[in-house]
């Protein structure tokens, strides 16, 4: 079955730190682009962050540059996003997708609070 499935979301607090992982299968995971999207309550999603096949090119929205880091283990399968310095404005539901957006998880839900 192709499918992505986000894990790691959870409550974190102001400052803190959370990892999210996606789990690739069905499909041939390093061939492909990843990546990231959240959607807060009320908000359109949002991307925040990708990587290319190889892991070489990562970009950032600029409102998480400099304390999200995207990286992958194509041995695993598997895509990560490492968040730090959370806010509160980092509250939503975190999405992995293809590069081209044509296949998506079903989504993991950080919640920032003290």
């Known amino acids: 079955q192709v499918q992505l499935v986000e894990s790691g979301g959870g409550l974190g607090q102001p400052g803190g730190s959370l990892r999210l992982s996606c789990v690739a299968s069905?499909?041939?995971?390093?061939?492909?682009?990843m990546k990231w999207f959240r959607q807060a309550p009320g908000k359109e999603r949002e991307f925040i962050a990708s990587i290319n096949f190889s892991g070489a090119y990562t970009t950032y929205a600029d409102s998480v540059k400099g304390r999200f880091t995207n990286s992958r283990d194509d041995a695993k399968n598997t895509l990560y996003l490492q968040m730090s310095n959370l806010t509160l404005a980092d509250t939503a539901v975190y999405f992995c997708a293809r590069w081209v957006m044509d296949l998506w998880g079903q989504g993991t839900q950080v919640t920032v609070s003290s």
């Open positions: 069905g499909f041939t995971f390093k061939r492909y682009g």
